[in-house]
Nanobody, 125 residues
């Protein structure tokens, strides 16, 4: 079992930045790819970014490329999402997820094994 706890969400003005963190516990962190999804009332979960166990491969959804950066600290079992140049359309609840696979662009939510409870990000215009 893997437990994931997100932090770092909040309210920010357009153009601002936030850094999300996801602390994991339980099974070996290095066995899993890690990802960040987001969900809004109008749209189901979409994969925003993901990272391989070693950190050498990443995936980004097109709308966040060049603005968001995913990284992981295997020693501290934590994955981060640095979000810059935030826009109102980035407003969503952001979820950390883990999957025991080598496929980084795992865009289907049901294929992920573990989920956090989410953290709200609100971007005002």
């Amino acid at each position: 079992q893997v437990r994931l706890v997100e932090s770092g969400g909040g309210l920010v003005q357009a153009g601002g930045s936030l850094r999300l963190a996801c602390k994991t516990s339980g099974r070996s962190f290095e066995d899993y790819i890690m990802g960040w999804f987001r969900r809004t009332p109008e749209k189901d979960r979409e994969l925003v970014a993901s990272v391989s166990w070693s950190g050498d491969r990443t995936y980004y959804e097109d709308s966040v490329k060049g603005r968001f950066t995913i990284s992981r600290d295997n020693r501290n079992s934590t994955v981060y999402l640095q979000m810059n140049s935030l826009q109102p359309e980035d407003t969503a609840k952001y979820y950390c997820a883990a999957a025991n696979t080598g496929v980084v662009d795992l865009i289907t939510p049901s294929l992920w094994d573990y989920w956090g409870r989410g953290t709200q990000v609100t971007v005002s215009s």
